[in-house]
């Protein structure tokens, strides 16, 4: 079974540039959700998605930031324009939607690194 | 005020001793979920272990066991026989409400992480 895919693994781009990244969930998993790690500080939570539909958006930054998940599959996070502070790690995760939430662990990707110059 | 607390920054253990790494939570919710990631330098977050708050016992994966007191609001990672391939960056996290109900939103907060290290 393949595991959560990201792309792309790095991005270099300057500030006021547009930058999607995209994540590809574990096949057959609805939920999927986005965090970031910004150097030096926690891992945040950004948003979740429950197939295709924005279950929780409260750690989204602003209005910079726009996540999608057409069609409940994979999901894409822009970001525009882009500034400084958005660099980091954006890290991606799935979790199937059967059962308790007790028994849903998240299984992370390899995660995006964004660096804005 | 921080929700996951992890007062260790970095840790260095000789290979073979059994490693402890501290994480305490901050909730008033009954119901909860306590996880445990390494991230190893390859960068991916691994998932090692689960404690939900009304389990009975605590939770064991192989080497890796959650030493949870409940009371104390914390749960603490054991490594047992720690290996060369252990070192990385271990984070806890932390999952609040409706644990045991089939919905809801369910982002994870995590601590900053402690970086383990074991020597030969």
């Known amino acids: 079974e393949a595991g959560v895919t990201q792309f792309p693994s790095h991005s270099v781009i300057e500030k006021g540039q547009t930058v999607t990244l995209r994540c590809d969930p574990i096949s057959g998993h609805d939920n999927l959700y986005w965090y970031r790690r910004v150097m030096g500080k926690e891992i945040k939570f950004l948003l979740h998605?429950?197939?295709?539909?924005?279950?929780?958006e409260s750690g989204m930054p602003n209005n910079r930031f726009l996540a999608e998940r057409t069609g409940g599959t994979y999901s894409t996070l822009k970001v525009q324009p882009a500034e400084l502070e958005d660099s980091g790690v954006y890290f991606c995760?799935?979790?199937?939607?059967?059962?308790?939430?007790?028994?849903?662990?998240?299984?992370f990707g390899p995660g995006t690194r964004l660096t804005v110059t | 005020a921080q929700k996951i607390t992890q007062t260790q920054p970095g840790m260095f253990v000789q290979e073979k001793e059994a490693v402890t790494l501290d994480c305490t939570y901050d909730?008033?919710?009954?119901?909860?979920?306590l996880f445990w990631y390494k991230q190893p330098s390859s960068g991916e977050m691994i998932f090692l272990i689960y404690?939900?708050?009304?389990?009975?016992q605590n939770a064991t994966e192989g080497r890796y066991s959650l030493n949870f007191q409940k009371a104390r609001k914390s749960a603490n990672l054991v490594i047992s026989a720690s290996q060369l391939g252990d070192s990385a960056m271990y984070f806890c996290a932390m999952r609040e409400g409706h644990e045991y109900s089939g919905g809801g939103a369910d982002g994870l907060t995590f601590g900053k992480g402690t970086h383990l290290i074991i020597q030969p």
């Open positions: 998605f429950v197939k295709e539909s924005k279950q929780d």
């Open positions: 995760a799935s979790s199937h939607g059967q059962g308790y939430r007790s028994t849903r662990e998240q299984y």
């Open positions: 404690q939900g708050s009304y389990d009975q």
């Open positions: 909730t008033s919710d009954p119901s909860y979920g």
